[in-house]
């Protein structure tokens, strides 16, 4: 059942007065954030508050100051940011919706019903147009780990003409003192590159046009108050749960917007006459995923991951251990040292292992075959069985690479069916490959059939879905944009697979990290995050992503001393740290490896196997900075009675000494076990000694939660090393006394 709750006595005051209009108030609470929807008498629902947590007993304060005041040279009333927002209602900014029929633009909205859900979760509005030509429902959800889901469906319903949808946008206000805004920019190898900016009046866009969200994301906007860092200010977060074409605006007009002062928008970014709903038609939009936190990034990384974490589809099962092929063989693939290669890995540790591009008829490079997905028999006369057989009889899960969305102009499917191509006459190839049609049903079909063959031949568990190139402004055989029917292609297809194969694991690669959304983590088990394994780049690569999507889902491998992608050269230990925060992985030809290196790998393995339990399920959280080239990151449990950190050097400092270093999200009550775990390699110092409280006999002191929350000097490391400490909560000096507060 819903309700509405009715908070003002219905008084009605002129000018001078200080009671507003009879207001319907919806509130979404939960110990983290609240949400407060107020409707006027005969007006649209607007967000009186999006942020910290409000009791019922405030509501009454926030409405009578929910107004502002009526400014000279302005409109003759007071200015409100309503969930329509509109030039109709003296809003000079980008409208919440722009939509058009017969040629005619649909205005006018006024509210059909506000309803809220007895849990005191979700709400539900619905508004129409003043000629009844669209009605368009908003739904909000505010969950326990308090992240505000908002999602808009439009219908069209004019008997006679389509509904032409331009845009429809999830608005939320922002207030004066959020003056900063993060997001996120980058390219092929270098994701998640931050880019700061002050919040000023205008309007900053970020849109993706590629088809898919790129390398160059926003990824999660966050705007805050200055300076917001991982531990310290107050940040609000948007994101688009979405792997089409995007747009997210921050906005800022001198009048403000309403008693706000800015507004944080997003939405799908719909090309020109893509969208067009016949009578009776409608569109739902992607959803729209927010976060507050007055804790800094890590709040809101918190409650990303918990969100991300309490899905039905989120995995359960320990995240196995990779080896790829791709940095060991590329092309190559010969059965003997395949089957070899297994082998190793299966020794070493490894629990998945994944043949990548190669395996099909017509590739020997990334020039044909792409659409072909048939085993080449030349490589393979006896298929894939036998080596997927052997795979699985040294315990491990064996896994296969597609490029199911692609197609290489060098192909049988693009010769015989060039009408399948999602491509503009001049269209530029893009690693010699092009777009097929997923908007197509003839396409999905014969994609799904031969996946589901290969798969079922060759015994898959594991699928590295991969997409390696910018749609642009393709066009399907008949003229019309496709882009997102092509995306909602690509998730019936991965839906349909799923359904036949529900064992099926899935990653989502888009040439690493260009495709890291929440839409197609929906239907995925993890995210390739980048196709660099350079530990330096990795480090910040890492550590940017992990603002949205937790370690488990974030694919993080090991490659040899010198990075594929960089040419650089780092040490073991330092690679094998950084990929221990992740689903971590190998790619590596092992066959080219020492004894004492497989001996290493051996020991990453087996302590990847032992924190994982942590790494998968605790909390993430990032030091402020200490200075230009250090880092220091970990995971704490949920009760924070044990956690794991890294102290990490980039780079060579300004400073001649490391100052304390507070450890963040410890019980300050608490006392901790400090352990250095050098398994993998002790890391060098630029130093003489250590600090004093490492120099002792145990190597293991204890020391309070208070005293790491307040700091604790670290050992100068040199550039590319890392140190991985181990955090373990020992007993209460008073027995039988919790110690935590």
Known sequence: MMSSMKLDDGQKVGPGGN???????????????????????????????????????????????????????????????????????????LPAFELTSDERPVEGFSLTSLRRADDGRSAGVVIDDREGRASISLSYSLTSDAVLTSRITVVNNDSEHDLVVGAVRHMVPLPARARECLDFTGRWTGERRPQRSDVRD???????????????????TLVGTPHFDFRTGEVWAVHLGWSGNQEVIVEKLPEGAGVHASVLSTGELIERSELSLSPGEAYETPPAHFAWSSRGIDGVTEAFHAHLRGRDSHPRSPRPLVLNTWEAVYFDHDSTRLHELATTAAAVGVERFVLDDGWFRGRRDDTAG??????DAERWPEGL?????????????????????????????????????LAEPDELTWRHQFALDFSRHDVRDYILTRMNDVIRAAEVDFVKWDHNRDLHA????????????????????????????????????????ARADWGIL????????????????????????????????????????????????????????TALFGHAGIEWDLGECTPDELRALAKWTALYRELR????????????QVDDGALLHGVVSRNRESAVFAWVRLATSATAHTARVPIPGLNNRALYQVRVRDE??????????????????????????????????????????????????????????????
């Open 385 to 421: 069985l036998p080596l997927s057989r052997h795979v699985h009889a040294h315990g491990m899960q064996f896994g296969l690479w597609f490029e199911p969305e692609m197609v290489n102009p060098d192909s049988d499917v693009a010769r015989t069916r060039p009408e399948w191509i």
């Open 680 to 741: 993998l390699g002790q890391a060098l110092r630029h130093q003489v000694s250590d600090p004093s409280w490492l120099r002792g006999s145990d190597g293991a002191p204890t020391i309070s939660g208070s005293v790491l929350g307040e700091g604790i000097p670290l050992p100068l490391l040199n550039p590319g090393q890392a140190m991985l400490f181990q955090l373990s909560e020992v007993p209460s000096a008073s027995e039988g006394v919790d110690a935590r507060p």
């Open 202 to 220: 205008g309007r900053w866009v970020r849109a993706s046009h590629r088809g898919r969200p790129g390398h160059d994301a926003s990824f999660v």
């Open 19 to 93: 009671v507003a209009d009879a207001v319907d108030v919806v509130h979404l609470a939960t110990a983290g954030a609240s949400f407060v929807l107020g409707v006027r008498s005969s007006g649209l629902p607007a967000v009186l508050h999006w942020g910290a947590p409000l009791a019922d007993t405030d509501l009454d304060g926030l409405v009578r100051t929910s107004l502002p005041a009526v400014v000279n040279s302005s409109v003759d009333l007071p200015r409100q940011l309503t969930i329509a927002a509109s030039r109709e209602q003296g809003w000079s900014g």
């Open 370 to 375: 792409l659409g072909d997905w048939f085993v």
């Open 613 to 624: 339990p942590l790494l998968h399920s605790g909390t993430t959280v990032r030091a402020d």
């Open 522 to 577: 929906s239907r995925t088990d993890r995210v390739w995050t980048s196709d660099s394994n350079d530990p330096f780049e990795r480090q910040l690569i890492q550590r940017w992503t992990q603002t949205l999507i937790p370690p488990e889902l974030m694919g993080s491998h090991i490659g040899p001393d010198v990075a594929h992608t960089t040419h650089r050269h780092s040490s073991f230990s330092f690679r094998a740290a």
């Open 474 to 513: 393709s066009l399907s055989s008949d003229g019309r944009r496709r882009l997102r029917d092509h995306t909602l292609g690509v998730y019936r297809v991965i839906d349909e697979l799923r359904r036949r194969h529900p064992a099926l694991e899935i990653e989502s690669c888009a040439s690493g990290g």
